[in-house]
């Protein structure tokens, strides 16, 4: 059975040892559940899917949720684990079996704390939206997800990553006449009209907004580009994929609005592809400043999107923290420095026991 009380470092490795590629994560559930029954006192806990939920009912004054994924992506040869020099190498050491691991020995280990406590750990993060856990759970058992503040346990180096960006792809596709290439003039090179799309992102410059004491920067780039029917033919048609990274102040509709407000006048379609709203950081909610404090101050705002988005939408203020290296995750030679994992314990237990 996994140590929840021992060491958890060696609970990491423990953890890693268990594979769950994405939607394989029942042995390991399994496992997580019967450790979580056998060694805490005090909390409900239940099963849903390849999820484990647990939770205190203490009468505190506030909730605390721990939440992380069970799953990684698919090993890489980097299994099992091994201890090399101060590092824990493996699948999933980094994203985020060590933070799981700090969140599952706490969970055991803090007798009285000061907050209730939510334990949510689930299944099918590194895949598809729709398959997410997360995503899942809210449907199913909405009111888990109820808390003053959650922390979500993704590499982030020790620090607290508030809130996360937005993202928005929009496909911008110009017209043409097709002609062939040795009569060029009888045609409209929809590629060449291209050009005047990507003069506007050459000349973009992104917005920078301070939250909580957190620099967002926003991003505009082009990040794919098709057209081309032969080596003789004048294109009749081309399109160009935009990325519109977002500060968590602007909605997924107001994103929108701006991507067009930056093409304006230029004759193009903007189609809408795919799109998820930010996570504002929400620091200034009593229990996340209590938190900010427990971390030092150690403070930065987080560049991508995580499923801290996904509780800001339910008015739960959220954060990134785990002891992983956010550059290390997916890796052959992915690895956590053990000394970080150490440290995340120290300071969540400062923060959960004050």
Avoid at 60 to 84: C, E, F, I, Q, Y
Avoid at 93 to 111: N, R
Wanted: net charge negative; hydrophobic share 45%; aromatic share 4%.
């Amino acid at each position: 059975m996994l140590d929840l009380r021992g060491d958890p470092i060696e609970l990491t490795a423990a953890l890693v040892d268990i594979p769950s590629e994405s939607r394989d994560e029942a042995r390991l559930a399994d496992e997580v559940e019967a450790a979580l029954r056998a060694q805490t006192s005090g909390f409900e806990i239940v099963r849903n899917g390849n999820a484990v939920l647990a939770r205190t009912s203490l009468g505190r004054p506030s909730r605390v949720l721990l939440a992380g994924h069970l799953d990684t992506v698919p090993a890489a040869g980097n299994l099992p684990s091994r201890l090399d020099g101060g590092e824990l190498y493996g699948c999933g050491t980094s994203d985020m079996k060590s933070g799981d691991a700090v969140f599952l020995h706490l969970a055991a280990t803090v007798a009285e704390p000061a907050h209730d406590l939510t334990l949510v750990l689930y299944d099918c993060e590194e895949i598809d939206a729709a398959a997410n856990g997360l995503g899942r759970i809210e449907r199913e058992l909405g009111d888990w997800l109820l808390a003053d503040v959650a922390i979500l346990g993704e590499p982030t180096g020790g620090y607290i990553e508030a809130g996360c960006q937005g993202t928005l792809r929009v496909v911008i596709s110009v017209a043409g006449t097709r002609a062939h290439s040795a009569r060029s003039w009888l045609g409209d090179n929809a590629i060449h009209k291209l050009g005047a799309v990507l003069d506007r992102l050459a000349a973009y410059r992104p917005r920078s907004v301070d939250i909580d004491g957190c620099e967002y920067r926003e991003g505009l780039s082009a990040v794919r580009i098709d057209g081309g029917v032969a080596g003789n033919v004048i294109p009749d048609a081309a399109s160009l994929t935009v990325n519109f990274r977002f500060a968590p102040d602007r909605s997924a509709a107001d994103a929108l609005a701006h991507v067009h407000e930056v093409f304006d006048g230029l004759d193009v379609r903007i189609e809408q592809t795919d799109s998820a709203a930010g996570a504002l950081p929400g620091l200034s909610q009593p229990a996340a400043k209590a938190l900010v404090e427990a971390a030092g101050g150690q403070v930065r705002a987080k560049y991508g999107w995580t499923d801290v988005a996904r509780f800001a939408a339910l008015g739960v203020p959220a954060v990134n923290f785990g002891p992983g290296d956010p550059n290390l995750a997916h890796m052959r030679d992915e690895r956590v420095d053990v000394g970080a994992i150490t440290a995340a314990v120290e300071m969540l237990r400062r923060y959960l026991s004050a």
